[in-house]
């Protein structure tokens, strides 16, 4: 039993280290069930469009180092780093799991994506996964001439390889974007941002609900924040439990906190330290 919980608790650190903290299009969690045929279909809202970039935000360049906690022991380490190339933002994101998880569930992911820096539509996104037994290289590119997600993966144990195509509207964010992509908005009291989303299936919708304003603490320090409760389409998290993220409540959104509440305790992802320039 205790194996299966920290397996459980390994899956969704997974979720939150990776970056996908949106809950949606995310890593799968092992041994959950595929999604169902509705979900398949699932088309995004006729109300989800992305923002341009507001007037007098910049994505500054930065390294934020991230760790999670369950019941006051930590099971992961992850690292954002965001720098500029070009007329694009580049985004690289690394998740490790730590201590017991690590022992009996190893995870060890390498995430980085490119998005326009003005109209933040997301135009690729490559991952290397290495969960328990399983590894995968993942590339995703979004063809919006097209109007197509086209995914290549392999499977690095069995060399399996897997191509698909799925349609994209004329803009859409990614799970290691998306974060930054809600720390662009506005972030207005109770608000609610709806937007389409890829990660190399089909396209959902993801809401942000501006749900209030916190004083959050951090080893990285204490912050005025927003919270924010992104609900999406489906994905891992979708009817197992909730999600928050914590934005400060600056200019900059930075994303200082994430908590996930399951069915089986809560887990916490903290913002641990900012290298800037780096």
């Known amino acids: 039993m205790t194996s299966i919980l920290v397996r459980r608790l390994a899956a969704n650190v997974l979720i939150f280290l990776s970056l996908p903290v949106l809950g949606v299009g995310a890593a799968t969690t092992p041994g959950a069930p595929p999604p169902s045929a509705a979900e398949q279909q699932a088309t995004i809202s006729a109300t989800a469009h992305m923002e341009p970039l507001r007037a007098g935000f910049s994505f500054p360049t930065q390294t934020l180092r991230y760790e999670a906690e369950y019941r006051f022991w930590t099971a992961g380490v992850a690292t954002l780093k965001v720098q500029r190339s070009g007329s694009q933002m580049h985004v690289l994101g690394t998740a490790d799991s730590t201590g017991v998880?690590?022992?009996?569930?190893?995870?060890?992911?390498?995430?980085?994506?490119f998005f326009d820096a003005s109209k933040l539509c997301s135009q690729s996104l490559n991952k290397h996964t290495e969960e328990g037994s399983h590894r995968r290289d993942t590339q995703i590119v979004f063809d919006y001439k097209r109007g197509k997600a086209v995914l290549n993966e392999t499977n690095l144990k069995t060399n399996q390889k897997k191509q698909e195509?799925?349609?994209?509207?004329?803009?859409?964010?990614?799970?290691?974007?998306?974060v930054l992509y809600v720390a662009s908005l506005p972030l207005l009291p109770n608000a609610t941002y709806a937007f389409p989303l890829n990660d190399g299936g089909k396209t959902v919708t993801v809401q942000a609900h501006v749900e209030g304003k916190e004083q959050v603490k951090t080893p990285a320090g204490t912050f005025n924040t927003i919270r924010v409760g992104p609900e999406g389409d489906y994905g891992p998290l979708k009817n197992r439990g909730r999600i928050w993220i914590w934005y400060t409540d600056d200019p900059q959104h930075l994303p200082v906190q994430m908590r996930a509440r399951l069915f089986w305790g809560t887990l916490t992802v903290y913002l641990t330290g900012v290298d800037s320039g780096k």
């Open 165 to 178: 195509e799925h349609d994209i509207p004329g803009c859409v964010t990614d799970v290691m974007s998306g």
């Open 101 to 113: 998880v690590a022992m009996l569930f190893r995870v060890q992911d390498r995430f980085e994506s």
